[in-house]
């Protein structure tokens, strides 16, 4: 299961993580969103204890996602060390996101 990330745990949960990151940012109503939501829960838990993977709610948590200028969704974030090494914007398919997460180990 992936993490849920908001604007009041962004900075402790993501930036200050000792594992790398990954955030999906989304929105319920995003079709795109929608189809990557199992692929980020799979990627969860077959990257569990090595990298910390969640979403972010983009309707629900505005602060965050306007720091990171997310303007389209889903934008997807890899932050390693408090700082973003790598991001996708739009489905991609799970293969992507397993060379990005692979890259940051």
């Known amino acids: ?3 849920k990330f908001t604007d ?3 900075e402790e949960e993501a930036l200050k993580s000792s594992t790398p990151v990954v955030v999906d940012f989304y929105a319920d109503w995003c079709g795109p969103c929608k189809m990557m939501s199992p692929v980020i829960d799979e990627l969860a838990g077959d990257y569990e204890g090595k990298v910390k993977i969640g979403k972010v709610n983009t309707d629900e948590n505005r602060g965050v996602a ?3 200028n997310v ?3 889903p934008t997807i974030l890899f932050i390693k060390d408090g ?3 790598d991001q996708v914007v739009g489905a991609v398919p799970k293969t992507v996101l397993e060379q990005k997460i692979n890259n940051m180990l």
């Open 66 to 68: 306007s720091k990171y």
């Open 8 to 10: 009041s745990n962004f």
């Open 1 to 3: 299961m992936a993490f």
């Open 71 to 73: 303007m389209s969704i």
């Open 83 to 85: 700082q973003i090494v």
